[in-house]
């Protein structure tokens, strides 16, 4: 079954940008019909669901954060990357990527603090 791990800092600074990074195994990213996905949690919330990048390389976004945030992929090292722009302490949360409802990343902790 197919495999996420996130990686990326743990601790950014405010309005500095935000790099996450997605590795996939045991599925290919650009199979057809595959969507990957981006979600968090600050602290005691819900989750939020960030955003998507398709198969085809085509990207969607959360209108509230569709401003600040990207979607990228590296199909040769089989990746999905998030860059969030501007964060602020608000976007302190765990961070997972995702394939679907079944099969999520462990999650990363993000901290954004001075």
């Known amino acids: 079954q197919v495999q996420l791990q996130e990686s990326g800092p743990g601790l950014v600074k405010p309005s500095q940008t935000l790099s996450l990074t997605c590795t996939v195994s045991?599925?290919?990213?650009?199979?057809?019909?595959?969507?990957w996905m981006w979600i968090r949690q600050p602290p005691g919330k819900g989750l939020e669901w960030m955003g998507v990048i398709a198969y085809s390389g085509v990207t969607y976004y959360s209108p509230s954060l569709r401003s600040r945030a990207s979607i990228s992929r590296d199909t040769s090292k089989n990746q999905f990357t998030l860059q969030l722009n501007s964060v602020t302490p608000e976007d302190t949360a765990v961070y997972f990527c995702a394939r679907n409802i079944k099969s999520w990343g462990q999650g990363t902790q993000v901290t954004v603090s001075s």
């Open positions: 045991d599925d290919s990213i650009t199979t057809n019909g595959g969507y």
